[in-house]
């Protein structure tokens, strides 16, 4: 049996048509809502407006979901820390009727109960941005120290030199400077 916060009890319809019944309220959020860099945390407030109503073959969601999403820049890595509202829209069926993979799409009632879980994590992860960054001009990380560029804008290592040739380098620099060799005695 069903249980569980996301959970709703559809007996109060009656299974008549045009019957319907409002909620708000506001529950903890399910484990893994969300992907690798941006999601809501698990046990934080998502704030729900359903409204739940009996149609002909089943009982129609409708509503939304309001939470607090965390994550981090893809580019710079930087804390992000943002609200989101999905929409939420579903017709769980009394009774499944179709078959092969038309069955896996359609949200089914158990004992008249509807579970929302499953819509609203699609809706979620589907609303969450793939890449997330902190702004649309963010310059990301320096590739060779990892130093954020968007804290040091005029940030510079200097002229790269190629391994292959630094330790000729000594050879370019102007005699009395320090690290440079001394000419050698001329006879």
């Known amino acids: 049996m069903l249980s569980g916060p996301l959970v709703f009890d559809t007996q109060v319809l009656g299974r008549r048509p045009g019957t319907e019944k409002t909620y708000e309220k506001t529950v903890e ?11 809501v945390p698990e046990g934080s407030s998502i704030d729900l407006e359903l409204r739940l109503e ?3 073959d089943g009982v129609l969601a409708t509503g939304t979901a309001s939470a607090r999403t965390t994550g981090e820049c893809v580019r710079c890595l930087a804390a992000l820390d943002d609200e989101i509202t999905v929409d939420l829209q579903e017709l769980y069926v009394y009774e499944p009727v179709a078959t092969g993979e038309d069955a896996d799409d359609e949200m089914a009632l158990e004992d008249d109960l509807l579970d929302l879980e499953p819509v ?3 809706a979620v992860v589907l609303a969450l941005p793939f890449n997330p960054v902190c702004g649309p001009e963010c310059p990301g990380l320096c590739p060779e120290c990892g130093a954020r560029l968007a804290d040091d804008p005029d940030h510079t290592h200097g002229e790269a030199i190629d391994p292959r040739w630094a330790t000729l380098s000594h050879l370019t620099t102007e005699p009395n400077e320090p690290g440079s060799v001394p000419d050698s005695p001329k006879e």
């Not at 959020?29 to 999601?39: C, E, K, R, T, W």
């Open 29 to 39: 959020a399910p484990a893994d809502l969300g992907h690798d860099v941006i999601g």
């Open 54 to 56: 009996a149609v002909m």
């Open 120 to 122: 609203l994590r699609d």
